[in-house]
Protein backbone atom coordinates (compact mmCIF):
# COMPACT_ATOMS: atom_id res chain seq x y z
CA UNK A 1 0.00 0.00 0.00
CA UNK A 2 1.21 3.16 -0.93
CA UNK A 3 1.78 5.39 1.69
CA UNK A 4 -1.16 8.22 0.43
CA UNK A 5 -3.27 5.48 0.53
CA UNK A 6 -2.43 4.72 4.20
CA UNK A 7 -3.00 7.71 4.85
CA UNK A 8 -6.12 8.67 3.74
CA UNK A 9 -7.47 5.37 4.52
CA UNK A 10 -6.81 6.28 8.01
CA UNK A 11 -9.59 6.73 10.79
CA UNK A 12 -7.89 9.91 12.37
CA UNK A 13 -7.82 11.50 8.48
CA UNK A 14 -11.24 10.91 8.40
CA UNK A 15 -12.02 12.52 11.68
CA UNK A 16 -10.21 15.61 10.43
CA UNK A 17 -12.03 15.67 7.28
CA UNK A 18 -15.17 15.22 9.15
CA UNK A 19 -14.64 18.11 11.78
CA UNK A 20 -13.19 20.43 8.81
CA UNK A 21 -16.18 19.78 6.97
CA UNK A 22 -18.66 21.32 9.62
CA UNK A 23 -17.23 25.27 8.53
CA UNK A 24 -16.35 23.98 4.95
CA UNK A 25 -19.47 26.04 3.69
CA UNK A 26 -18.36 28.74 5.63
CA UNK A 27 -14.69 28.75 3.98
CA UNK A 28 -16.36 28.55 0.43
CA UNK A 29 -18.43 31.81 1.04
CA UNK A 30 -15.40 33.53 2.06
CA UNK A 31 -13.28 32.07 -0.62
CA UNK A 32 -16.15 32.96 -3.12
CA UNK A 33 -16.31 36.88 -1.47
CA UNK A 34 -12.44 37.18 -1.70
CA UNK A 35 -12.37 36.23 -5.67
CA UNK A 36 -14.97 38.79 -6.20
CA UNK A 37 -13.34 41.08 -4.47
CA UNK A 38 -9.89 40.61 -6.28
CA UNK A 39 -11.31 40.84 -9.68
CA UNK A 40 -13.39 43.59 -8.75
CA UNK A 41 -10.61 45.68 -7.49
CA UNK A 42 -9.03 45.64 -10.82
CA UNK A 43 -6.71 42.73 -10.49
CA UNK A 44 -6.51 40.65 -13.98
CA UNK A 45 -8.77 37.29 -13.08
CA UNK A 46 -5.27 35.28 -14.85
CA UNK A 47 -3.11 37.23 -11.99
CA UNK A 48 -6.06 36.70 -8.74
CA UNK A 49 -6.40 33.25 -9.66
CA UNK A 50 -2.60 32.48 -9.33
CA UNK A 51 -2.51 34.61 -6.41
CA UNK A 52 -5.71 32.28 -4.82
CA UNK A 53 -3.48 29.20 -5.50
CA UNK A 54 -0.04 30.52 -4.55
CA UNK A 55 -0.85 33.02 -1.81
CA UNK A 56 -3.43 30.58 0.16
CA UNK A 57 -4.01 33.49 2.62
CA UNK A 58 -7.49 35.56 2.43
CA UNK A 59 -6.48 38.10 4.73
CA UNK A 60 -2.77 39.20 2.38
CA UNK A 61 -5.29 38.46 -1.22
CA UNK A 62 -8.00 40.97 0.24
CA UNK A 63 -5.31 43.51 1.57
CA UNK A 64 -2.61 43.53 -1.68
CA UNK A 65 -5.37 43.36 -4.63
CA UNK A 66 -5.97 46.69 -4.30
CA UNK A 67 -2.60 47.77 -4.12
CA UNK A 68 -1.37 45.76 -6.78
CA UNK A 69 -3.88 47.01 -9.47
CA UNK A 70 -3.37 50.79 -8.33
CA UNK A 71 0.17 50.20 -9.31
CA UNK A 72 1.85 50.82 -5.35
CA UNK A 73 5.62 50.27 -4.62
CA UNK A 74 6.23 46.49 -4.47
CA UNK A 75 7.34 46.50 -0.94
CA UNK A 76 4.12 48.22 -0.01
CA UNK A 77 2.31 45.25 -1.19
CA UNK A 78 5.39 42.59 0.11
CA UNK A 79 5.10 45.07 3.87
CA UNK A 80 1.35 44.55 3.65
CA UNK A 81 1.69 40.99 3.15
CA UNK A 82 3.91 40.12 5.55
CA UNK A 83 2.51 42.04 8.41
CA UNK A 84 -1.05 40.37 7.89
CA UNK A 85 0.53 36.88 7.59
CA UNK A 86 3.09 37.13 10.55
CA UNK A 87 0.59 35.15 12.68
CA UNK A 88 1.55 32.03 10.78
CA UNK A 89 4.88 32.56 12.59
CA UNK A 90 3.27 32.56 15.89
CA UNK A 91 0.76 29.18 15.09
CA UNK A 92 4.06 27.37 13.89
CA UNK A 93 6.10 28.33 17.04
CA UNK A 94 3.01 26.12 18.71
CA UNK A 95 3.36 23.56 16.31
CA UNK A 96 7.01 22.89 17.03
CA UNK A 97 6.37 20.35 19.80
CA UNK A 98 4.17 18.42 17.39
CA UNK A 99 5.63 18.42 14.36
CA UNK A 100 9.57 19.23 14.69
CA UNK A 101 10.73 15.85 14.18
CA UNK A 102 9.15 15.45 10.90
CA UNK A 103 11.88 16.50 7.84
CA UNK A 104 12.42 19.87 6.77
CA UNK A 105 10.54 19.28 3.42
CA UNK A 106 7.85 17.39 5.25
CA UNK A 107 7.36 20.38 7.51
CA UNK A 108 7.39 22.93 4.77
CA UNK A 109 4.53 21.19 2.79
CA UNK A 110 2.61 20.91 5.83
CA UNK A 111 3.49 24.74 6.45
CA UNK A 112 2.31 25.90 2.95
CA UNK A 113 -1.18 24.27 3.34
CA UNK A 114 -2.04 25.03 6.78
CA UNK A 115 -4.57 27.60 7.66
CA UNK A 116 -5.73 29.37 10.42
CA UNK A 117 -8.91 27.16 11.39
CA UNK A 118 -6.68 23.86 10.83
CA UNK A 119 -4.33 25.36 13.58
CA UNK A 120 -7.51 25.64 15.92
CA UNK A 121 -8.72 22.04 15.25
CA UNK A 122 -5.62 20.90 15.59
CA UNK A 123 -5.28 22.31 19.02
CA UNK A 124 -8.73 21.45 20.06
CA UNK A 125 -8.04 17.48 19.15
CA UNK A 126 -4.67 17.47 20.50
CA UNK A 127 -4.16 19.76 23.12
CA UNK A 128 -1.14 18.14 24.88
CA UNK A 129 2.58 19.43 23.10
CA UNK A 130 3.72 16.21 22.26
CA UNK A 131 4.16 14.25 18.50
CA UNK A 132 1.85 11.45 18.03
CA UNK A 133 1.37 9.18 15.10
CA UNK A 134 -2.36 9.90 14.58
CA UNK A 135 -2.06 13.97 14.13
CA UNK A 136 -0.07 13.27 10.82
CA UNK A 137 -3.36 11.82 9.13
CA UNK A 138 -5.46 14.71 11.13
CA UNK A 139 -3.15 17.63 10.36
CA UNK A 140 -3.94 15.81 6.41
CA UNK A 141 -7.64 15.61 6.72
CA UNK A 142 -8.32 18.72 8.05
CA UNK A 143 -6.49 21.23 5.67
CA UNK A 144 -7.38 19.17 2.57
CA UNK A 145 -11.32 19.92 3.09
CA UNK A 146 -9.72 23.45 3.92
CA UNK A 147 -7.62 23.86 1.20
CA UNK A 148 -10.50 22.06 -1.16
CA UNK A 149 -13.21 24.74 0.20
CA UNK A 150 -11.23 27.66 -0.21
CA UNK A 151 -9.99 27.58 -3.36
CA UNK A 152 -13.31 25.96 -5.20
CA UNK A 153 -15.30 29.14 -4.02
CA UNK A 154 -12.40 31.41 -4.81
CA UNK A 155 -11.91 30.71 -8.08
CA UNK A 156 -15.46 30.64 -8.48
CA UNK A 157 -15.35 34.51 -7.55
CA UNK A 158 -12.88 35.20 -9.77
CA UNK A 159 -14.95 33.46 -12.89
CA UNK A 160 -18.03 35.38 -11.90
CA UNK A 161 -15.76 38.60 -10.29
CA UNK A 162 -17.51 40.90 -13.32
CA UNK A 163 -20.75 39.25 -13.20
CA UNK A 164 -21.66 40.39 -9.75
CA UNK A 165 -23.12 43.12 -8.82
CA UNK A 166 -21.58 44.80 -6.01
CA UNK A 167 -25.27 46.06 -4.61
CA UNK A 168 -25.75 42.32 -4.17
CA UNK A 169 -23.49 43.12 -0.89
CA UNK A 170 -21.40 39.92 -1.35
CA UNK A 171 -18.83 41.44 1.16
CA UNK A 172 -21.24 41.84 4.23
CA UNK A 173 -22.34 38.12 3.57
CA UNK A 174 -18.86 36.85 3.27
CA UNK A 175 -18.03 38.64 6.72
CA UNK A 176 -21.15 37.28 8.46
CA UNK A 177 -20.32 33.57 7.54
CA UNK A 178 -16.67 34.13 8.49
CA UNK A 179 -18.08 35.31 11.71
CA UNK A 180 -20.46 32.84 12.10
CA UNK A 181 -18.31 30.12 10.99
CA UNK A 182 -15.44 31.23 13.90
CA UNK A 183 -18.24 31.79 16.80
CA UNK A 184 -19.12 27.92 16.05
CA UNK A 185 -15.16 27.39 17.44
CA UNK A 186 -16.19 29.89 20.88
CA UNK A 187 -17.10 26.97 23.28
CA UNK A 188 -15.01 28.33 26.65
CA UNK A 189 -13.25 31.07 28.46
CA UNK A 190 -10.22 29.85 27.04
CA UNK A 191 -11.59 30.46 23.11
CA UNK A 192 -14.11 33.21 23.29
CA UNK A 193 -11.91 35.63 25.67
CA UNK A 194 -8.98 35.61 23.59
CA UNK A 195 -11.73 36.72 20.55
CA UNK A 196 -13.64 39.30 22.37
CA UNK A 197 -9.81 40.99 23.03
CA UNK A 198 -8.23 40.28 19.12
CA UNK A 199 -11.93 41.92 18.06
CA UNK A 200 -11.30 44.78 20.50
CA UNK A 201 -8.01 45.24 19.89
CA UNK A 202 -8.28 44.93 15.73
CA UNK A 203 -10.86 48.00 16.38
CA UNK A 204 -9.34 49.90 18.66
CA UNK A 205 -6.12 50.07 16.15
CA UNK A 206 -7.94 50.31 12.87
CA UNK A 207 -6.44 53.59 12.20
CA UNK A 208 -2.89 52.11 11.95
CA UNK A 209 -1.38 51.89 8.10
CA UNK A 210 -0.47 49.13 6.43
CA UNK A 211 -3.74 46.67 7.94
CA UNK A 212 -1.10 46.10 11.22
CA UNK A 213 -4.42 46.60 13.35
CA UNK A 214 -4.64 42.85 12.68
CA UNK A 215 -1.13 42.14 13.68
CA UNK A 216 -2.54 44.09 16.72
CA UNK A 217 -5.05 41.79 17.15
CA UNK A 218 -3.45 38.80 16.60
CA UNK A 219 -0.71 39.59 19.19
CA UNK A 220 -3.33 40.54 21.91
CA UNK A 221 -5.49 37.47 21.56
CA UNK A 222 -2.38 35.13 21.39
CA UNK A 223 -1.30 37.06 25.04
CA UNK A 224 -4.18 36.32 26.31
CA UNK A 225 -4.51 33.12 25.08
CA UNK A 226 -1.39 31.81 26.66
CA UNK A 227 -2.28 33.54 30.03
CA UNK A 228 -5.37 31.47 30.12
CA UNK A 229 -3.59 28.51 29.14
CA UNK A 230 -0.97 28.89 31.76
CA UNK A 231 -2.97 29.92 34.18
CA UNK A 232 -5.77 27.44 33.74
CA UNK A 233 -4.66 24.51 31.72
CA UNK A 234 -6.61 22.20 30.27
CA UNK A 235 -8.53 19.48 31.96
CA UNK A 236 -6.49 16.31 29.59
CA UNK A 237 -2.58 17.85 30.69
CA UNK A 238 -3.40 18.91 34.11
CA UNK A 239 -4.53 15.39 35.61
CA UNK A 240 -1.71 13.92 33.98
Same mark, same amino acid.
Given at each position: MRPWQALIRHAEYRRGAREMGGVALGLAAWGLVTGVAMVQSGLDPWLAALMSITVFSGTAQLAVAPLIASGAPIWVVWATATCLNLRFVVFSALWRPYLAHLPLGRRARMAFFAA? #??????? #? &????? &?? #???????? %? =? =???????? %?HLGSLLGIALGHHIPAQWGLGFAGTVALLAMTCSLLSDRSTWLPALVGGSAAVAAFALPLRLNMLVAIAAAVLVGTVIDRTHPPKSASAK
Open positions: D #LNYVMFM #L &RFPEP &RP #LPEQIPYF %W =G =GVLVNAGS %W
